[in-house]
């Protein structure tokens, strides 16, 4: 393993450690630090009013922590394919803008399609794959 494969997996394995304990503070226990609560633009909001394309006050922990994990995840896909606009990257860098970009139940509603439509997604590519592969020559 070379130098570059040996950073890009310590780095990113950091990143993921790093988002795991945001998660658990952030997320579980509930912590929600003052100088975390910034003013931030919002796609859209769901909390006990709707708010579509406007700047909300919001306490950006869980954002740092599953960008941190999702950046981890990048740097490892990084590793094994070295061109970066693979498939895996794209999805992780969907998922963290829609997690940057909506908040209250929105994010809930994003992450529970993603849960049904990524496996759709990846059984789609994989007949596809299979079916180029079997007329392919």
Same mark, same amino acid.
């Given at each position: 393993?070379? =130098?570059?494969?040996? %950073?890009?997996?310590?780095?990113?394995?950091?990143?993921?450690?790093? #988002?795991?304990? #945001?998660?658990? %503070?952030?997320?579980?226990?509930?912590? $929600?630090?003052?100088?975390?609560?910034?003013? @931030?633009?919002?796609? +859209?909001? &769901? +909390?006990?009013?709707?708010?579509?394309?406007?700047?909300?006050?919001?306490?950006?922990?869980?954002?740092?922590? @599953?960008?941190? !994990?999702?950046?981890?995840?990048?740097?490892?896909?990084?590793?094994? &394919?070295? =061109?970066?606009?693979?498939?895996?990257?794209? @999805?992780?860098? %969907?998922?963290?803008?829609? !997690?940057?970009?909506?908040?209250?139940?929105? @994010?809930?509603?994003?992450?529970?399609?993603?849960?049904?439509?990524?496996?759709?997604?990846?059984?789609?590519?994989? $007949?596809?794959? =299979?079916?180029? =592969? $079997?007329?392919?020559?």
């Amino acid at each position: 393993m070379d =130098s570059k494969n040996i %950073f890009l997996t310590a780095t990113g394995s950091i990143f993921i450690a790093v #988002g795991l304990l #945001g998660l658990y %503070f952030f997320v579980f226990k509930g912590i $929600k630090p003052d100088w975390l609560q910034l003013n @931030v633009f919002t796609v +859209y909001s &769901k +909390y006990l009013e709707t708010k579509t394309f406007t700047v909300i006050q919001n306490n950006q922990g869980d954002e740092l922590a @599953v960008t941190s !994990y999702c950046t981890g995840w990048l740097l490892i896909i990084l590793r094994h &394919k070295p =061109s970066f606009p693979s498939r895996q990257s794209l @999805v992780i860098l %969907f998922f963290i803008a829609g !997690y940057l970009f909506l908040h209250g139940l929105a @994010v809930i509603y994003f992450m529970l399609s993603l849960l049904f439509m990524l496996p759709l997604f990846f059984l789609i590519h994989i $007949k596809h794959e =299979s079916f180029l =592969s $079997k007329h392919k020559g």
